[in-house]
C-alpha cells in the first residue's frame, strides 16, 4: 500500500528548476544560428599549453610545436564582420626539463595568457569544420575554420618547416629554443 508522499515547500520550485534547465540544454541549437565544433589548439611556441579556453569552454592541451583537439565549443553557422572570441591559456615554460630535474613547485611557474580578443577569420560555409586555435610566441593568436588537414596547401596556416625538429629538441633533447618578444614603445 502506498502512503502519502509529502512534497516539501521549496522542493516543487526545485524541481522545476532542474527540469527547465536540463530542457534548455537539449534544445536545437542549430534554430539560433550555433552549431558546436571541435577545438583544436596548434602551438606554435616552444612552451607547452597546459590548458586553455575559448569563451569560457574548456580545450585542448598541446605540446611544444605540437597540437591537440578537445570537444566543443559553440560557433555561429555563418560568418559574419566582427566576430571573435576570447583566448585564455596556461603554459608551461619549463616543459622541456626532463622529470627528475623538476622542483617540488613546479607548477608555481606556469604562465597565464590572456584574455585576449581575437578576430575569427572569414570563413565559407562549405568550410564550416572544427575551430583552430593557433598560439603563438609573444602571446599571438589566430583563429581559422577550414575543412582542409592541416598539412594541406590550402590550409590557411601552414606548418613550420622546421616545428617536427624543435619539437623533438625540446621534448627529446630538453634544449630550449629561446625567444625574445618586442616590449611595447610608450607613447612620449
Same mark, same amino acid.
Given at each position: 500500500?502506498?502512503?502519502?508522499?509529502?512534497?516539501?515547500?521549496?522542493?516543487?520550485?526545485?524541481?522545476?528548476?532542474?527540469?527547465?534547465?536540463?530542457?534548455? =540544454?537539449?534544445?536545437?541549437?542549430?534554430?539560433? *544560428?550555433?552549431? @558546436?565544433?571541435?577545438? #583544436?589548439? &596548434?602551438?606554435? /611556441?616552444?612552451? =607547452?599549453?597546459?590548458?586553455m579556453q575559448v569563451n *569560457?569552454?574548456? @580545450?585542448?592541451?598541446? #605540446?611544444? &610545436?605540437?597540437? /591537440?583537439?578537445?570537444?566543443?565549443?559553440m560557433v555561429p553557422d555563418?560568418?559574419?564582420? @566582427?566576430?571573435?572570441?576570447?583566448?585564455?591559456?596556461?603554459?608551461?615554460?619549463?616543459?622541456?626539463?626532463?622529470?627528475?630535474?623538476?622542483?617540488?613547485?613546479?607548477?608555481?611557474?606556469?604562465?597565464?595568457?590572456?584574455?585576449?580578443?581575437?578576430?575569427?577569420?572569414?570563413?565559407?560555409?562549405?568550410?564550416?569544420?572544427?575551430?583552430?586555435?593557433?598560439?603563438?610566441?609573444?602571446?599571438?593568436?589566430?583563429?581559422?575554420?577550414?575543412?582542409?588537414?592541416?598539412?594541406?596547401?590550402?590550409?590557411?596556416?601552414?606548418?613550420?618547416?622546421?616545428?617536427?625538429?624543435?619539437?623533438?629538441?625540446?621534448?627529446?633533447?630538453?634544449?630550449?629554443?629561446?625567444?625574445?618578444?618586442?616590449?611595447?614603445?610608450?607613447?612620449?
Open positions: 500500500m502506498i502512503k502519502h508522499i509529502r512534497i516539501l515547500p521549496g522542493g516543487l520550485a526545485v524541481l522545476a528548476a532542474v527540469l527547465f534547465c536540463l530542457l534548455t =540544454a537539449c534544445r536545437d541549437h542549430s534554430r539560433d *544560428g550555433m552549431s @558546436g565544433a571541435d577545438i #583544436n589548439v &596548434y602551438n606554435h /611556441g616552444p612552451d =607547452a599549453i597546459v590548458s *569560457g569552454y574548456g @580545450g585542448p592541451r598541446a #605540446n611544444p &610545436y605540437g597540437g /591537440g583537439g578537445f570537444c566543443c565549443v555563418v560568418w559574419r564582420p @566582427g566576430l571573435t572570441a576570447k583566448i585564455t591559456w596556461t603554459s608551461d615554460p619549463n616543459s622541456w626539463m626532463k622529470s627528475s630535474e623538476m622542483p617540488d613547485d613546479y607548477e608555481t611557474h606556469y604562465q597565464k595568457h590572456g584574455p585576449i580578443i581575437v578576430p575569427i577569420e572569414r570563413w565559407e560555409e562549405d568550410q564550416a569544420c572544427g575551430f583552430d586555435v593557433h598560439i603563438f610566441p609573444c602571446d599571438k593568436v589566430r583563429i581559422v575554420r577550414s575543412c582542409h588537414m592541416r598539412d594541406s596547401p590550402e590550409y590557411p596556416v601552414q606548418p613550420e618547416p622546421d616545428g617536427i625538429k624543435k619539437a623533438q629538441n625540446v621534448l627529446i633533447n630538453h634544449i630550449k629554443e629561446e625567444i625574445v618578444c618586442p616590449t611595447p614603445q610608450s607613447p612620449r
